[in-house]
């Protein structure tokens, strides 16, 4: 990306997510964008500027979320497509950088067509992982409670991230890296995934044993059990 595009690209990001907090702050933007880059590199037929311009702006309409109930990935797409032209961006590109936008939620369920797509979504699935993505999941997780006062683990109750934080991790995290499009995500995934195994084996050995009952001792295998 050029400087001149480099800086009204952060600007416009900045505009929208600099004042945001907790787990989608500006710092996750720049996270993704490094993330992204770093996956680029084994990438070299990549458009650098689609991938990193989508990164940058992927989540700018957040705080229109939060309000609406709209996607944010629309919200985010929607304004890319009104400000990126004057910036001398070509039809053809905010197109490509717009559908990178709109693919890349979670909760969505899409899958990217495009390259630059698909290394958005696993820019941001990676930032949901390891020692971030555990302190993103209990930023995210505000006043709810932090785990089920009965089934700390889940192994008996339906995971429920509406009313329990450490449920986030049965209902999305723990699978994300096999969601991964490419190797490299993949990899780095089942590397952030051992930090979390690592937390959730902890986690599981401080709690009263009255909360874990017979799990405690076998998390692993209990993990296992879950296909986590
Ligand atoms: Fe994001």
């Not at 890349?104 to 696993?122: C, I, K, M, N, Y």
């Not at 339906?158 to 490419?182: A, I, N, V, W």
């Amino acid at each position: 990306m050029c400087v001149t595009n480099h800086d009204a690209i952060y600007n416009l990001a900045a505009r929208y997510l600099q004042k945001m907090n907790g787990a989608h702050g500006f710092d996750h933007t720049q996270r993704v964008v490094a993330n992204a880059q770093n996956l680029a590199r084994h990438y070299p037929t990549v458009d650098l500027l689609v991938l990193e311009t989508a990164a940058w702006l992927h989540d700018i309409g957040r705080g229109e979320e939060a309000n609406s109930g709209v996607s944010h990935a629309d919200v985010s797409a929607q304004i890319a497509t009104q400000d990126l032209p004057a910036l001398g961006f070509q039809p053809e590109q905010v197109a490509a950088i717009c559908t990178a936008i709109r693919d890349h939620r979670f909760s969505a369920g899409r899958t990217p067509v495009s390259l630059e797509g698909q290394l958005l979504q696993d820019a941001d699935r990676l930032d949901a992982l390891g020692a971030i993505g555990i302190a993103r999941t209990f930023a995210e997780g505000g006043d709810r409670a932090l785990y089920h006062p009965d089934d700390p683990l889940a192994v008996w109750h339906q995971p429920d991230d509406g009313h329990y934080t450490l449920d986030h991790f049965f209902t999305k995290l723990l699978r994300l890296p096999e969601t991964m499009h490419t190797a490299e995500a993949r990899a780095e995934g089942e590397q952030r995934l051992r930090i979390m195994h690592l937390f959730l084996s902890a986690f599981a050995s401080e709690l009263p044993e009255t909360a874990t009952g017979e799990c405690a001792g076998g998390f692993m295998g209990m993990l296992l059990q879950k296909g986590c």
